[in-house]
C-alpha cells in the first residue's frame, strides 16, 4: 500500500493537470489522487477504488456530451479496428483488409468503480474508458491518462471493397465489378460479387505518442455523431493539398448528411441508422396520430397543425424509404 500512495503522489500533479484541463471545479480535483492511485496498479491484488463525482452543470453537460457519443457509436451495427486507412489505387476502393472486431457499451472496469456511467471501447490488447475528467487507456495491466484535448477524433469516409456480409446500416454504393473507371474502363474483376460500402472511418489520436488507432464505422451517421465532441474538425497530419481539400470536403458533406439524416429519424421518434421494420412501424404509429380521422372533431387550429405534422411524417418516411432503397441496390 505504501508503494501505491508514493506512485499515487508521484503522479497527482499530472492527474490534477488534467482535471483543470477540462474545467470540472475545485470538487472533482480530489479525485485526482483516486485516479493517480489507479495509474501506479499493477496486478489484480489490490482493493478496488472508487470514484465518486459531484459534477457540477458545466462538468455533467461536457460528460452527457462524451456519453452521448459514445452510446451513437455503440449503435453501430458493425466497428472493427483496422491497421490501415486503405489506400484506393486508381479510383478503386480499398480492400477491407485485416481487421479486428471492436466492442463499445458501458464498461465493465477492472479496478474501480464510479457512481456515474463509464463508457468503454475494447479491441486487442487496450482499453479505453472514458471518465469525466480524462481518458484512461488500460493495457498490459497499467493504466495512462489522455486528456480530452490530447484526445482527438478525425472523421472521414472510407470506401472499401467488402468481401463479407454487409452491415444492415452500410451505405452501398455499388458492386466492384460494375463500377466504371473514369477512362470508361470496368474496375474489378469480371462477375465480382464484392459490395463497394461506404464506410466512417475514425482516426484517434492522443492515446499513444505518434500512433494513429483507426476504427472503421458501419454506420457513417453515428461515426460521425462520435467524432463531434472530440474535434472532429481536426486534421491529420497533411498528406498533400489537393487530397487534404479533398478528405475535408468529404467530411464536411458527411457531417450535414449526418445531421440531415438525424433530423429525418427525429420526426419519426427512431434512433438514425434504425431498421426499415422499425422505421416503418414507426411511421405508421405516428400516421395514427395524426390522422385526419382522428382529428376530425377537434378545433380548427389542432386540426390544421395535425396537418403540418402529417406532411412532416410523410415527407420524413418518404426521404428514409429512398435513401434506403437506394442503398441496397
Known sequence: MALYAAL?????AVAAGLLVSYALGA???LLGLAVA????????????VELFYNLDAEAKARFSEVQKACEALAGSEKVWRVDGEGVEVEGAAAPVGDRQPVSIGQAETPDFSA?????????????????PECVLSYGGERYEPVSYDSFGVVYSQSRRAEDGEVPSDAEVLG???????????????RGSEHSVVAYGMLAITGISEGETTRLLVSNKARAVRFARPFGSGKE??????????????????????AEKNETLYK?????????QAEVHAAYKKKARMYHPDRVASLAPEV???????????????????RKKSTGAR
Do not use: C, H, Q
Request: aromatic share 4%.
Open 8 to 12: 499515487g503522489a508521484a503522479v497527482a
Open 236 to 257: 491529420e497530419a497533411p498528406r498533400g493539398d489537393a487530397r487534404t481539400a479533398r478528405e475535408a470536403r468529404a467530411r464536411r458533406n458527411a457531417e450535414a448528411e
Open 303 to 321: 386540426r390544421e397543425m395535425a396537418e403540418l405534422r402529417m406532411k412532416e411524417i410523410n415527407a420524413a418516411y418518404g426521404e428514409i424509404k
Open 115 to 131: 457512481n456515474v456511467e463509464i463508457w468503454g471501447i475494447e479491441g486487442g490488447e487496450t482499453r479505453l474508458f472514458f471518465l
Open 37 to 48: 492511485f489507479l495509474l501506479g496498479r499493477r496486478g489484480s491484488g489490490a482493493p478496488r
Open 267 to 275: 420526426v419519426l421518434g427512431v434512433e438514425p441508422g434504425a431498421s
Open 175 to 189: 458492386e466492384a465489378g460494375s463500377l466504371l473507371g473514369t477512362n470508361g474502363t470496368r474496375r474489378g474483376r
Open 27 to 29: 470538487a472533482v480535483l
